[in-house]
């Protein structure tokens, strides 16, 4: 399986910008989580097809509720765990 990650800066605490990535990804059949990894960055890790991925990364960039957007990274990676579901941590 196809794993991907992001690291989200600008404004993603309270809420509104994890659940948001856990309803698109949920919406587009993506397994993974989300995380706040530091004052105002944001980390998911994304498992799934590359068109769905892609997809994700589109509306990520259009539409996704982040205040001050600063730089949006995402990456293929390695990751030797699979995820059934996507999760918040927190």
């Not at 991907?4 to 993603?12: A, I, S």
């Not at 309803?23 to 998911?44: F, H, P």
Request: contains cysteine.
């Amino acid at each position: 399986m196809l794993s991907y990650t992001c690291v989200v800066e600008g404004k993603v605490t309270g809420g509104n910008f994890q659940s948001w990535v856990q309803d698109m990804a949920q919406q587009l059949g993506l397994t993974g989580w989300v995380r706040n990894i530091a004052d105002r960055k944001a980390e998911i890790l994304l498992q799934g097809d590359a068109d769905k991925f892609n997809s994700f990364r589109e509306h990520l960039l259009a539409e996704a509720p982040i205040v001050d957007r600063g730089e949006i990274t995402c990456n293929t990676i390695e990751y030797d765990k699979v995820f059934n579901v996507f999760e918040i941590r927190g």
